[in-house]
C-alpha cells in the first residue's frame, strides 16, 4: 500500500498571532463530562481557522490568580455573531476543568492563535477519525465539513456510556463508541481499512496514540503520508501536545 497510493498535498498555513480578550456569551452541556462555551468579543473579527485540527491557546485565571495556558480546538467559529465556540472535556481534576466547570455568562478568558493549519483535503474517498474524549470536539467539526460523496469510520473512547452522543455528517458514517484504552485498541485492530485512497486521523493519550499509531502502520501498512496521528495529553503531564511522527 506503501507503494501504489499516491500521497495528496496536505496544506500548511501560518497565521499572523493574534491575542482576544473575550468574554463568555453561552454556556451549553451536550453530555454529561462535556461543556461548550461560547466567547464573543468585537475583537474575534478576522479569526480564522483553516483546519479542524488547529490549536487556540486559551488563557484564564485561576483560583490562586496564576495565569494558565491550554491548548483546545476551535469548535466552532460564527463570524457574523462574532462568536467563537470551544468544547471543554472534563476530566476529575485539572486547572482547565475547573474553570470550565465554574465557568459563567459574563467571565473573561483570553484566546490566542492558532499560529498555523494543517489543511487535510476532504475529498479523500474515505477518513479514518479516532481518538479519546479530547479529540471529540476535532472530530465532530471534521464531521460537519465532510461531503455527502465521502465515508467516514469513526472509532471513539469515552468510558461514560452517557458521553456517546449521536454524531451527524453528510458523508456516510459508521462510529463506534468503547469504553476503554484495551477495547479502542481491540476495535481499531479489528478494523478493516477500505481499498484505495483514505487518510488517517487520531488524537488522544500519548501512549495510546503510540501504540495506535504503530497499529496503523505495521499493522494495517496505511501510509504514514496519509496519516496524522497526535497526543494531546499524557499521563501526569500538566501541558502536553505532541505530533507522532518516525
Not at 463570524?79 to 485539572?94: K, R, V
Not at 471534521?142 to 461531503?147: A, G
Not at 468510558?159 to 485498541?185: I, N, T, Y
Amino acid at each position: 500500500m506503501e507503494d501504489t497510493i499516491a500521497p495528496r498535498r496536505v496544506t500548511r498555513i501560518r497565521h499572523e498571532l493574534h491575542r482576544r480578550d473575550t468574554v463568555v456569551r453561552r454556556i451549553t452541556r451536550p453530555s454529561p463530562n462535556f461543556v461548550a462555551i461560547t466567547f464573543a468579543d468585537p475583537s474575534l473579527a478576522g479569526f480564522v481557522s483553516s483546519s479542524f485540527d488547529d490549536h487556540v491557546k486559551f488563557i484564564f485565571t485561576d483560583t490562586q490568580g496564576q495565569p494558565v495556558r491550554r491548548d483546545y480546538t476551535p469548535l466552532h467559529h460564527d463570524a457574523a455573531q462574532g462568536e467563537l465556540t470551544i468544547e471543554f472535556a472534563l476530566h476529575d481534576s485539572g486547572a482547565a476543568t475547573q474553570w470550565a466547570r465554574q465557568a459563567q455568562v459574563g467571565d473573561r478568558a483570553v484566546i490566542a492563535g492558532p499560529r498555523g493549519s494543517m489543511v487535510i483535503p476532504a475529498d479523500y474517498p474515505w477518513h479514518l477519525l479516532a481518538g479519546d474524549t479530547t479529540a471529540l470536539p476535532a472530530i465532530v467539526r471534521r464531521l460537519r465539513e465532510l461531503p455527502a460523496d465521502v465515508s467516514a469510520r469513526v472509532l471513539l473512547l469515552a468510558e461514560d456510556a452517557a458521553d456517546h452522543r449521536p454524531l451527524h455528517s453528510a458523508a456516510r458514517l459508521d462510529v463506534s463508541w468503547v469504553r476503554s484504552p484495551e477495547a479502542f485498541l481491540a476495535a481499531a485492530d479489528a478494523l478493516q481499512l477500505p481499498e484505495g485512497e483514505g487518510f488517517a486521523w487520531a488524537a488522544g493519550e500519548a501512549s495510546l496514540m503510540k501504540r495506535l499509531r504503530q497499529l496503523l502502520v505495521d499493522g494495517k501498512q496505511h501510509p504514514r503520508t496519509a496519516m496524522r496521528v497526535s497526543a494531546y495529553w499524557k499521563q501526569g503531564a500538566q501541558e502536553f501536545h505532541e505530533d507522532l511522527v518516525d
